[in-house]
């Protein structure tokens, strides 16, 4: 599954709705709507992803970039600076694993 579907099963779970009660939510009739939220082959209207994103509370821009990564349009997000941080020791120093070519 996709970034966009981890948000609404992130927003299923945390509100203990159904598929079909979101849908209806978001002014479907049927939760088959959500076919295309878990793999997109069709992006989602640019209106029902703002009505997801202003039901969830969730940014608008972070539900935008959740479907393009997942339709392919954005890379997948890279490493972060936690990321990196969490791969430092205790010290802070870096793992030799992790040191560049001209730090060994």
């Known amino acids: 599954m ?6 609404v099963q992130a927003y299923i779970d945390r509100h203990g709705t159904s ?5 209806k939510r978001l002014g479907y009739s049927s ?5 295309n939220w878990r793999e997109p082959r069709q992006l989602p209207s640019a209106q029902a992803l703002a009505r997801f994103a202003n ?4 940014p608008y ?4 970039d959740a ?7 954005l890379p ?7 990321a990196i941080q969490l791969r430092r020791t205790p010290s ?6 992790q040191l560049g070519r001209d730090e060994v």
Do not use: H, K, M, N
């Open 61 to 64: 821009q972070r539900v935008l």
């Open 19 to 23: 598929e079909r009660q979101l849908a």
């Open 55 to 58: 039901l969830s509370g969730t």
């Open 2 to 7: 996709g970034q966009l579907w981890d948000q």
């Open 67 to 73: 479907v393009l990564t997942d339709a392919g349009y």
């Open 92 to 97: 802070g120093r870096r793992t030799r694993g």
């Open 76 to 82: 997948e997000p890279g490493i972060t600076a936690d």
């Open 31 to 35: 939760s088959g709507v959500f076919a």
